[in-house]
């Protein structure tokens, strides 16, 4: 069923409408004001109504609605205060993700599938490192040599950086240097564990479209409180799922309720430092990803965080306290204050500084598509476990998923390195070319003469061994030769 979802109250009683999820949302706050439990109240709730949901956990709180929730007097509290009759806690159906495979099933992408694009902010890359990179996908492609994992674009950087020459006139010029610097960064990519994050098998994304058998929406967990220390990786991957998404999903016009629901967590993360070409690609995920029946929230601090182009897609919001202290801090107030629909019995940047833990400014859209007007509400408590599980319930989850065992087993195709280092010992020997001797104008008469004179000495004086016809031949051909200058 696509009833409404109960988010919050104040007034009135605060729904997201189903067909209206994949309008985008935002949820923000200052640290310590209930964004994580609003993320997970919003979460489970879709999952209630059928939507699968993906979410990064950073902190390790989410993993808590895989398990049932227990009584709390601050539960108990605000169950009766919104007045939610029926109020039972239970869990979700969970599957749990790590790029690195200790708390989840191993999540992967090739190097073909993250494109140059992502690959170049990864690695940090400059303009024309960058277009290099997309020269030696084009070069691999037009090859047919797969780039699956890392040592498959090592290879091809060295082969690519042995044959520029050869390359110059159909692909244009590839700097050496710009090779080097590549292959450099991809060391220190090693270093932050992007190698286990390329190879085989890669994800398959109609794994994150699941519902179980009671057909509640799967809610995928990805840990990533390893992940979050190595920012850039973390942002290009969620990046990168979305632009998956949008890519291989179909149009899905105005469903009834989202295909999936993504959270994208420190979603400042995300435009730090951001090429504009990267940011023009975010925008047009954000902007068209909606068609496909992907819902975005983007949870963080501020509104400033998020650009404006984006910011404005945003039609459903939560808004938690914000600190004034600095004058940026009360710009961010102003600026999330302006992003609602004005209530004009309510002062919404005076409010702001006042909310408490679990207290927000909300506005979600209504049937029309139009934001409601903004309210200030508590959000309603979830039906699962407010923080972390144990090891052992972890595990648990993990080995009773269907896909246990899948991703598990590392598979290693053929592909460039393979294929380019088949080539390279199947290749005949070749002898080296002679170097040539620059070219010259043909000899005088005289020259020949002087020439032929001295290898004729050079015969007569071999009895008189190698070293003193040697000292002889370079004083007759250095006199003869060596004093004639060309003009």
């Known amino acids: 069923m ?7 109250k104040g007034e009135h009683e605060l729904f997201i409408l189903p067909a209206m999820a994949n309008r985008h949302g935002l949820i923000a706050g200052a640290t310590g004001t209930g964004k994580t439990v609003t993320l997970q109240v919003l979460a489970e709730n879709f999952s209630r109504i059928g939507v699968p949901v993906f979410m990064a956990d950073v902190k390790g ?20 205060t919104i007045g939610i009759s029926n109020f039972i806690f239970g869990e979700c159906p969970v599957t749990f993700w790590d790029v690195f495979g200790a708390q989840g099933h191993p999540v992967r992408t090739t190097i073909s599938e993250m494109g140059p694009l992502l690959l170049s902010r990864l690695l940090k890359l400059n303009d024309t490192q960058a277009g290099v990179l997309t020269l030696v996908f084009e070069i691999a492609d037009d090859d047919r040599l797969l780039l699956l994992d890392l040592k498959d674009l090592r290879s091809m950087l060295r082969y690519v950086g042995d044959h520029s020459s050869s390359f110059a006139t159909q692909y244009g010029n590839i700097s050496r240097a710009s090779i080097g610097a590549i292959q450099r960064s991809l060391i220190a990519l090693e270093n932050e564990g992007g190698d286990i994050f ?7 994304l109609d794994d994150f479209l699941q519902t179980d058998a009671s057909g509640f929406g799967i809610i995928n967990i990805l840990t990533a409180d390893k992940l979050i220390q190595s920012p850039a990786i973390y942002a290009t ?17 105005d469903p009834e309720k989202p295909r999936l629901v993504f959270f994208f967590d420190e979603a400042h993360l995300l435009f730090d430092n951001a090429p504009r070409a990267l940011l023009d690609k975010v925008e047009q995920v954000a902007r068209l990803i909606r068609s496909k029946g992907v819902g975005v929230y983007f949870v963080t601090q501020s509104p400033l965080d998020i650009p404006d182009i984006i910011l404005g897609q945003l039609g459903n919001k939560v808004q938690h306290a914000l600190r004034a202290y600095t004058p940026r801090d009360q710009k961010a107030v102003r600026a999330a204050a ?6 004009p019995g309510l002062d919404a940047e005076k409010i702001l500084t006042e909310l408490g833990v679990g207290e927000a400014l909300v506005s979600f859209l209504d049937k029309e598509g139009r934001p409601n007007i903004v309210e200030r509400a508590l959000v309603r408590p979830p039906f699962s476990r407010i923080g972390s599980v144990t090891p052992e319930e972890r595990s648990a989850v993990i080995r009773n998923s269907p896909l246990h065992g899948h991703y598990e087993k590392v598979i290693d195709h053929e592909s460039a390195y393979e294929m380019l280092k088949d080539r390279a010992e ?16 043909s000899d005088t008469v005289m020259e020949a003469m002087a020439k032929s004179a001295a290898r004729s000495f050079g015969r007569q004086l071999a009895t008189a061994g190698k070293q003193v016809t040697t000292e002889i031949l370079r004083g007759v051909l250095g006199s003869i030769l060596g004093g004639t200058r060309r003009k």
């Open 426 to 441: 199947s290749a005949p020997a070749v002898k080296p070319t002679p170097k040539r001797k620059p070219a010259r104008r």
């Open 338 to 343: 302006r992003t609602f629909r004005t209530n």
């Open 198 to 204: 390329f190879g085989e098998p890669a994800l398959d």
């Open 2 to 8: 696509n009833e409404p979802i109960l988010a919050a």
């Open 237 to 253: 991957f969620l990046l990168w799922l979305l632009s998956e998404l949008f890519e291989r999903l179909p149009e899905a016009g």
């Open 61 to 80: 709180d989410l993993a808590g609605l895989s398990r049932p929730g227990s009584e709390n007097p601050k539960i108990t509290e605000r169950v009766n």
